[in-house]
């Protein structure tokens, strides 16, 4: 009986230490995986913060920048209809609210007709105290020398007007829309459309520095 005894109470003991044991291996198991999914949550949530202020960073010295910037050149086209108008400016500033512009421009061939200008404007910011960004109007002219190859033709147009462009400065990088109103001159007898009264919008993409 005593041996029967001291086997039960053994057996009795083991299953008691299982059962203890078992529970601990569940219990550090739950904390471990407590603990995991914490980390992932603070892992998460770290590299928001980071990406936030990383976005600031960005945003600040974009914006640090746009407001150093003094020059700046862009390629853009003028939708007068026909013929449109591709252009190369440059830009520069002259003042704490100005800038000078110069222009290239190419004629797209149309009706035989082909040709190039100079032009100019003189911006003032309206939006932002550092040009070259933000809201501008101003004053500006063309110079347009048009040729038809058929009829041995060629025209010398003027025009003058004004315009309001807005510079979205992207870092470096600007996109540029402007609305244009022109009236043309002298010259273009051939060419009539261009010594009427224009309004025509463009689109420039620049880069700033």
């Avoid at 057996?11 to 601990?24: Q, V």
């Avoid at 949550?41 to 003094?70: C, D, W, Y």
Wanted: aromatic share 12%; hydrophobic share 45%.
């Amino acid at each position: 009986m005593g041996c029967r005894t001291r086997r039960l109470v053994n057996k009795t003991a083991c299953r008691n230490y299982r059962i203890f044991a078992g529970s601990l291996l569940l219990d550090n198991f739950s904390d471990t995986q407590i603990v995991i999914h914490t980390m992932r949550r603070l892992h998460s949530i770290s590299s928001v913060v980071v990406l936030a202020l990383l976005a600031l960073t960005l945003a600040g010295s974009s914006t640090a920048f746009a407001q150093r910037a003094k020059n700046s050149i862009a390629v853009g086209a003028a939708f007068a209809g026909l013929p449109t108008l591709v252009q190369a400016q440059y830009e520069t500033r002259i003042g704490d609210d100005q800038s000078i512009v110069g222009r290239f421009i190419y004629g797209l061939n149309t009706n035989d007709y082909s040709g190039y200008g100079l032009g100019a404007a003189y911006r003032f910011y309206l939006t932002d105290d550092q040009p070259v960004k933000g809201l501008s109007v101003g004053p500006a002219l063309e110079v347009l020398f048009y040729s038809n190859s058929k009829l041995v033709r060629s025209s010398r147009i003027l025009m003058i007007g004004a315009e309001g462009a807005y510079k979205l400065m992207l870092g470096q990088f600007s996109i540029e829309p402007a609305l244009s109103f022109r009236i043309g001159v002298s010259g273009g007898e051939s060419l009539s459309k261009f010594t009427s009264t224009l309004i025509y919008p463009a689109v420039y993409l620049g880069y700033a520095w």
